[in-house]
């Protein structure tokens, strides 16, 4: 189940993944090792410069933060900045889109 879940963040970051997934084991009674926790490190980072491109890579974060079945709770929180950061760049896109408006009439 934990493999699954990293699977499903590692396939829906596609190139944001900077690395994983990493596992956290523990020893279960019949002496095997099991996979209890794990992460996939992905690039949350906006693009400088480029709210329309910001947009677009917020919006692959949320993807990738809730392609698993049961989101966990750092999953929802990633989701949550991403969709601040998707929300922050569509403000820039409509003020920059305002200023080329404006631009046009003068």
């Known amino acids: 189940m934990v493999r699954a879940h990293e699977r499903a963040h590692l396939a829906a970051g596609g190139e944001l993944v900077i690395s994983g997934p990493h596992y956290v084991y523990r020893r279960g009674p019949d002496g095997r090792l099991y996979a209890v926790g794990g992460d996939v490190v992905i690039d949350t980072s906006g693009v400088p410069g480029d709210p329309e491109a910001t947009l677009r890579k917020a919006e692959r974060i949320i993807r990738a933060a809730l392609a698993p079945l049961n989101p966990s709770p750092q999953d929802l929180r990633v989701a949550l900045r991403a ?12 003020r920059e889109r305002m ?6 009439r003068a």
């Open 99 to 104: 200023e080329e408006g404006h631009a046009y």
């Open 83 to 94: 969709q601040m950061m998707a929300m922050q760049a569509r403000l820039e896109v409509a």
